[in-house]
C-alpha cells in the first residue's frame, strides 16, 4: 500500500511541475519583457515623446495609452483567476488519475487487489526468479454464489464477499498478496519463503470457509472449491492455469480442496489451442446447430426436432460435440455455448412456425447449468426475444446430473417448469434414479436411452427395460422418447410397446435448420407409404 501511495504522490507531483513549468516560463518573459521596455522609457523619455507625438497628430495617443495601462490591471486579474483554474484542473486531474491507478490496483468493494494486480503480480514473481522455490497461487469460488444473489438480493451477495475477504485477509501471509480474481472468486499469491507453506494454507481456507459468515442480520454458510499450484508452471500463465485446474477439480471433491499434479491436467497444448479457438467460435456464434427429427410412432409425424451442436472448426472440420464439448464443460465456456445453442434453435423454431412448419425444439442442459439459479431467467428472455410459446421448447437432462444435487436441481428445474417449458430426462435407464427422486421432479418426459433400444432386438434382457420404461412413464404420467432407432424391426418393437415418440437414424439423420422442413416432408412420406404396405395391422398401438 506504501508503494501505491509513493508512486500516486510521486505521479502527482511530476503532473504539477508539468503545469508550473510553462507558467513560470511565461511569467519570466513578461518580467523580462517589463524590465526592457522601462529601460528604453527612460532612455528615450518615451512619455515626453507619447505627448508630443499626440499634439502632432491630433491623436489621443497619450489617453491610448494611458487605458491600455489601466486595461492590463483586470487583465492581470483575469489572467491569475485563470492561472488559478488551470491549478484546480490539474489538481482534479491528478487526483482523477490517481482514482483511476487506485481501482486498477484494488477491488473497490472487497478492498484486497483486483484481478489486473494479481496478473501482474504473479508476472513479476516470474521474472524475478531469484527467491526459491518459485510462486504458488492458491485459488478459491464461492460455490452457488447465484443462488445468493438470486435469493437474498445483490446487497447481501455483496456483504458476503466484503465477510469473505476480511476472513481470507485474516489467513494469508503478511507477505502474500490477495486479491478478488473473479465475481465471486479469490487468488493469493504467495513467494518466496512462503510459497512452501501453499499447501497448508489452502488447508487452513477450505476449514475456516466452513464457518458461517455474517451478513448483517444474516448469518451464511457458503461452500467454497479451492485449487492449489504449488509448484510454479513454466510461466505465470502456465502457473494460473495449474491452479485454474486444481480449482475446477476441487468442485467435485468431497473436500472442496485439490491440488495441482498432471494426473488431473487434461489441458494438453492441443486442447489448450482448441480451448482457445472454442472460445472464439463462441464469441462470434460460428457455431453450427443442426436438428434430428422425432417422430411419432401410431402415424409417423414428425412433431419436434432434438437441436445438436456442430463446429465446423477451420482446421479439422465438422466437430461432433463429443470433441468439444467436454472444453466447455471444464471451463466457463458451458454457458455462453448453451445460450448460443438455445438462441439458434428458437429462431430456427420460429423460422419454422412462421412457415408453417410447427414443430417443437428440444436442447441439451449442461449438468453444471442446474446449479445455475440465473438459468430460468434467461430461458424466460430468450423465450419472449424470439416469440416462442414456451411450451414448444424442450430441455433435456441427464439422470445423472439430477442424482449430483437432486435439491438444487429441483428448484431450477421447477422455475423453468414454471415458465411452460417441457422438461426431459435424457438417457433414462443408465443411471440410478430411484423413483422418489423421479416422482419429485418436474419433468414432463423420459428419453429412453440409445444402448437398450439398439439392443432389443437380440437381447431380451434390453427388451424388457425399455417395456418397462415405457410403462413406468405411462404410471407416471409422463411421454416417453426412444432414442437410436436404427432399423424397421426397433420401430415396431417400439410401437407394440405403447412408446409414444422415437428417433434415431432410421427415422432421420441430424440436418441443417434449412434442411429440415424437406427432411420432415420424406420422413412422414415414407412412413405413411410404409404403414399403408403393412395394412391395418400396423396402426395398432
Not at 513479476?124 to 518459485?134: E, L, S, Y
Request: proline share 5%; glycine share 10%; net charge negative.
Amino acid at each position: 500500500m506504501s508503494a501505491t501511495a509513493e508512486d500516486g504522490t510521486a505521479e502527482d507531483g511530476t503532473s504539477r511541475r508539468a503545469l508550473r513549468g510553462p507558467v513560470v516560463r511565461d511569467a519570466l518573459v513578461v518580467l523580462v519583457l517589463t524590465c526592457a521596455l522601462a529601460a528604453a522609457s527612460g532612455a528615450v523619455d518615451l512619455p515626453a515623446r507619447v505627448a508630443a507625438w499626440s499634439a502632432a497628430t491630433g491623436l489621443p495617443l497619450d489617453q491610448a495609452v494611458l487605458v491600455l495601462a489601466g486595461a492590463h490591471v483586470p487583465m492581470m486579474w483575469f489572467g491569475a483567476r485563470r492561472g488559478q483554474q488551470l491549478r484546480d484542473e490539474g489538481d482534479a486531474r491528478a487526483e482523477a488519475e490517481a482514482r483511476l491507478r487506485e481501482d486498477a490496483r484494488r477491488d473497490r468493494l472487497t478492498g484486497v487487489a483486483s484481478h489486473p494486480a494479481f496478473v501482474a503480480a504473479v508476472g513479476a514473481a516470474h521474472a524475478d526468479g531469484t527467491v526459491p522455490p518459485g510462486p504458488a497461487v492458491v485459488l478459491l469460488d464461492v460455490d452457488r454464489f447465484g443462488e445468493v444473489n438470486a435469493t437474498l438480493g445483490h446487497e447481501v451477495g455483496d456483504g458476503l464477499l466484503v465477510a469473505l475477504a476480511q476472513r481470507l485477509s485474516g489467513l494469508v501471509p503478511a507477505g502474500a498478496l490477495l486479491a478478488r480474481t473473479g465475481a465471486d472468486a479469490f487468488g493469493v499469491l504467495l513467494t518466496g519463503p512462503d510459497a512452501a507453506e501453499a499447501g497448508p494454507l489452502a488447508e487452513r481456507i477450505a476449514r475456516a470457509t466452513r464457518r458461517p459468515l455474517r451478513v448483517g442480520d444474516l448469518c451464511l454458510a457458503v461452500d467454497v472449491s479451492v485449487g492449489v499450484a504449488e509448484l510454479p508452471g513454466r510461466d505465470a500463465q502456465d502457473t494460473l492455469n495449474r491452479a485454474e485446474v486444481a480449482r475446477t477439480a476441487a468442485e467435485s471433491s468431497s473436500g472442496g480442496l485439490c491440488r495441482y499434479s498432471p494426473a488431473i491436467d487434461t489441458f494438453d497444448p492441443g486442447r489448450l489451442a482448441l480451448h482457445d479457438d472454442l472460445r472464439r467460435a463462441v464469441r462470434e456464434r460460428t457455431l453450427a446447430v443442426h436438428y434430428q427429427p422425432k417422430a411419432r410412432l401410431g402415424d409417423g409425424r414428425v412433431t419436434g426436432v432434438e437441436a445438436l451442436v456442430r463446429w465446423d472448426h477451420p482446421e479439422h472440420g465438422l466437430l461432433l460435440p463429443g470433441r468439444f464439448l467436454p472444453l466447455a464443460e471444464q471451463t466457463s465456456l458451458v454457458r455462453p455455448l448453451t445460450e448460443v445453442v438455445l438462441e439458434r434453435a428458437l429462431t430456427d423454431c420460429r423460422r419454422w412456425r412462421d412457415s408453417g412448419l410447427a414443430l417443437s425444439v428440444a436442447v441439451n442442459l449442461s449438468p453444471r447449468l442446474l446449479q445455475d439459479a440465473d438459468l430460468p431467467g434467461r430461458v424466460a428472455g430468450l423465450l419472449s426475444a424470439t416469440g416462442v410459446d414456451p411450451a414448444d421448447l424442450e430441455l433435456e437432462i441427464t439422470e445423472t446430473a439430477v442424482l449430483e444435487d437432486a435439491d438444487r436441481a429441483s428448484l431450477v428445474l421447477a422455475h423453468l417448469r414454471a415458465l411452460g417449458v417441457r422438461l426431459s430426462v435424457d438417457d433414462f435407464g443408465t443411471g440410478h434414479a430411484s423413483l422418489t427422486h423421479l416422482a419429485r421432479l418436474p419433468v414432463t418426459d423420459l428419453k429412453v436411452d440409445r444402448s437398450f433400444v439398439t439392443a432389443m432386438g437380440d437381447n431380451p434382457v434390453d427388451a424388457a427395460i425399455v417395456r418397462s420404461i415405457v410403462e413406468l412413464a405411462g404410471s407416471l404420467g409422463l411421454g416417453v422418447v426412444a432414442e437410436g432407432v436404427e432399423d424397421e424391426a426397433a420401430w415396431e418393437g417400439l410401437r407394440a410397446m405403447g412408446c409414444r415418440l422415437a428417433q434415431g437414424f432410421w427415422i432421420a439423420r441430424p440436418v441443417p435448420a434449412d434442411d429440415v422442413p424437406g427432411v420432415v416432408r420424406d420422413v412422414e412420406h415414407r412412413i405413411r407409404q410404409r404403414t399403408a404396405a403393412a395394412g391395418p395391422r400396423s396402426l395398432v398401438g
